[in-house]
């Protein structure tokens, strides 16, 4: 079908550019040296011009709507394929050009407000650019579909199949659930094992155990490998090319241990996707949600668990003797366990996390259906925290300003980290049943849990959604139930 | 004036598509792992295509051409990049698209085909690739200029300026001055220092010494930084952004010392251009040969001096003391400068280093005058290196199979290696005139004799031809008299 090959020949096009601009992002995540800033943006100015001409060219915008004047005609792939395509062009060639030129320089001045804001614990400089914002994703969300609610079409930017109709229900869930459990859990005065968790781990040794964690999960290292920066994060072209950083931390070192198994599980999921959709649009992974899922359940249901503990503390022992001498395998699973009603996101336990989320979710939801203003954000934010664990943060920079997200516009985003967890644990009560994940763990062939994932859900990379995938995985729809029921056993074993 | 602003707006375009291919080369040969090898490929050819396109495009050749014909009218800026760019577009659009693509193919394909000959001691397996590219590369310098001779044309590609009448001046005189004393200093038994050359200095240590040198070298890390590679290389795409490799080798300590040296020679270089040649043609260093002149000045003219061990030997027994407890400063001295008849190029000393490259001239030059046929090759190769430097390849692999730069179509890049050395000489004598260099050293204030080059030599980028620059730095013509001076001061020195 020549239409389907002229279509093939743009997105190749469109993926070389992507490549590049994609390439000199992980650079400067990494290494680029610090007064290249200036002049790496006006290459990448140049390229992502290129780049949006192509994906908004009359052509291009032609052959999709050719294509999908047809899809009755079309194989399965491609329509889905055609689809996204169409939704993509759609999110774009819908705004006027002035106000898309005008949103990407709010973003890119919002970052360093934002930041100057949260070190000055200043939210009253960054107001402003967030409400506009704000009205922005409105807006953008209204010209792509002016009968839907905004923070619909948001959310589903970043989880197909999630509005705010199944994230009410989730997080209700969660909230009459979970919240009363973890009050229950925070007033046992458990031996916190603060004396392990603050000690100090050279950086060399830190690194040692990093490599070792990429030979327990069998990472492809032809096909990837690890670096550090300052936040952690997984970055690919395509499966062959999948890299992932971890930060080392001396006087916290689980969280180099805990950041590497998490990217290892975004990282192990790039790399199993077919490299049969690498010229496709169904490449990567397919949704926030679903990518998420897979890094919580290698860095959660793997990487915290006993069975771990008991496997490997032999070699950690092996890196770290003095600083483990007083300790056990135990020891360790229940100090990387550690319950705490903290105030930062990133710093919270599996099991108070989603309560963090949930705090992010009501102010969104409250945003777009006016019932807050921008300006009462601090105030609401801090009462819904002490509402959930609490605690009340004493200012700005601990409370509303932690995030960068909502500077660089993503709103909507928040909720799919819970739901990962929540995907996660659907998975894993799935994986038990078929697999003996204790043993795998303890004889070493997580290698046997990698090729399970691959064949269940790794190998489609996007050709699926992800309520697709999760009813082809465990044979249900998705179910909250799941996850209460996982954070409750597990934390009740460790806090009886 | 709209013509300038027109080529302007391109040149800009085409730097964009360059930092992006750069950048992939840089990442290709530091870190990106294995797999990634096929899909680069395909985005590379991509994103080459589009910059071939731009680069030899009718509305392109079209202001070229257009501006030159109007060149009295030009300032000296532009004059000399009009020039550049003319050269640029006619040594490509003369070839027939065709020719060029097997051309492209042939280069491809030999590199791996060079790599199995050299391991596997084969000439006959790469001769006819070879052959293939002579042929092409003569083609090709007819094409561009039919009535020159085609080695003249390809020497003029990496030097301008430089011909078979100059370079053959250059290395008569080496020959004549060079050669016998080079016999008289190799029958002298010297101690070779070979237990400190080749005793085991670990690789954490050899870092720590590289970061060392690069404070005492006054490198601008906000602008650039260090990193590991099988071939040291510097990289660049402005003077914002300068990186550089090293190779640590734990049984022997001067290659990372040297090759650290060397590549921060070749980086200051390009940090010290100004950067209002951007975006321009006249950005980067001018010539391959003054580039060489500045790795090897900072390499021998600086780090193998004595005056440079006396400083920082205090420092390298500090991270070695076991290693160098029976060693002075001297030591070191005369163990970086040890002079060997070797059979590599990359191996040799100083002194007999331009030897090796003789040898290369001589072949290339008997190559394109058809005195000889690429059959030849190994035999005229091991008789010329046994006439210079009275030694005998035993086999190809460490004779004409060495270097990678034929497989590549690099044929009259060779000189450039020498002619460097000899440029770095005359600009040393005349440094010495006006800069108390040991003393410079010895004080620690290396970035005084960095300025005093920024000032000569490295903020004009590429405004100035390689002969410009000489006469203005040295208020004469390049004249190979320094460098054999340079040698026989140096050398009868150390060997008394």
């Known amino acids: 079908m020549k239409l389907e090959k002229r279509f093939r020949e743009i997105i190749k096009k469109m993926k070389a550019y992507r490549y590049a601009l994609s390439l000199i992002g992980w650079d400067s995540n990494t290494e680029a040296p610090r007064n290249t800033f200036k002049r790496r943006s ?32 079309l194989d399965d792939l491609l329509q889905r394929e055609i ?31 934002w930041e100057d804001a949260k070190a000055n614990n200043d939210f009253e400089s960054f107001k402003d650019n967030l409400e506009k914002i704000v009205k922005y994703n409105k807006k953008f969300a209204l010209y792509y579909d002016k009968l839907a609610n905004p923070y619909d079409t ?50 060399t040794g830190q690194k040692q155990f990093s490599e070792y964690l990429l030979e327990v999960f069998d990472f492809n290292k032809k096909s990837g490998l690890i670096k550090e ?3 952690p994060f997984t970055w690919n072209t395509s499966p062959e090319d999948v890299r992932f950083t971890t930060k080392y931390m001396e006087n916290y070192i689980f969280s180099s241990i805990y950041s590497t198994i998490h990217e290892l599980g975004h990282a192990t999921y790039e790399q199993q996707i077919s490299t049969s959709y690498n010229d496709t649009l169904l490449n990567g992974g397919t949704s926030m949600g679903i990518h998420e899922s897979q890094s919580r359940f290698y860095e959660n249901n793997i990487g915290r668990s006993l069975a771990f503990w008991e496997t490997h503390f032999d070699k950690f022992k092996e890196i770290f003797p003095e600083q483990v001498k007083n300790y056990k395998p135990i020891d360790m699973f229940k100090a990387s366990n550690n319950v705490e009603a903290s105030l930062i996101r990133i710093e919270a336990d599996e099991l108070t996390y989603p309560l963090h989320i949930m705090v992010r979710y009501d102010i969104e939801r409250m945003l777009f259906n006016n019932e807050i203003e921008v300006k009462d954000l601090p105030k609401v934010w801090n009462d819904k ?30 909720p799919t980290y819970a739901l990962g967890s929540a995907y996660s644990a659907q998975i894993y009560y799935q994986m038990k049943k078929e697999l003996d994940i204790e043993k795998l763990i303890k004889t070493n062939k997580i290698n046997e849990i990698n090729k399970w994932l691959k064949d269940k859900l790794h190998k489609y990379g996007s050709s699926k959604t992800p309520k697709e995938l999760m009813e082809l995985i465990t044979k249900e729809k998705f179910n909250p139930k799941y996850y209460i029921r996982y954070l409750k056993e597990k934390y009740s074993k460790i806090y009886n």
């Open 42 to 73: 006006k290459m990448t100015a140049y390229l992502s011009k290129e780049l949006f001409k192509l994906q908004t060219s009359k052509e291009y915008q032609d052959i999709v709507y050719n294509l999908y004047d047809k899809y009755d005609e």
């Open 83 to 113: 689809k996204k395509a169409k939704r993509n062009l759609e999110k774009i060639i819908n705004i006027p050009e002035e106000e898309f030129l005008e949103y990407t320089k709010l973003i890119n001045d919002s970052q360093i407000i």
């Open 154 to 203: 948001l959310l589903e930017d970043f989880e197909e199949g999630m509005t705010t109709k199944e994230y009410d229900f989730f997080f209700e869930s969660l909230k009459h659930d979970l919240v009363p459990f973890v009050k229950e859990i925070l007033k046992k005065t458990n031996n916190n094992y603060e004396e392990l968790r603050s000690a100090n781990f050279p950086k």
């Open 229 to 231: 920066s300052v936040h």
């Open 385 to 414: 925290i002490e509402e959930y664990l609490s605690v009340r943060p004493k200012n700005d920079t601990e409370g509303v300003l932690q995030d960068v997200h909502w500077s660089s516009g993503m709103l909507g985003y928040f």
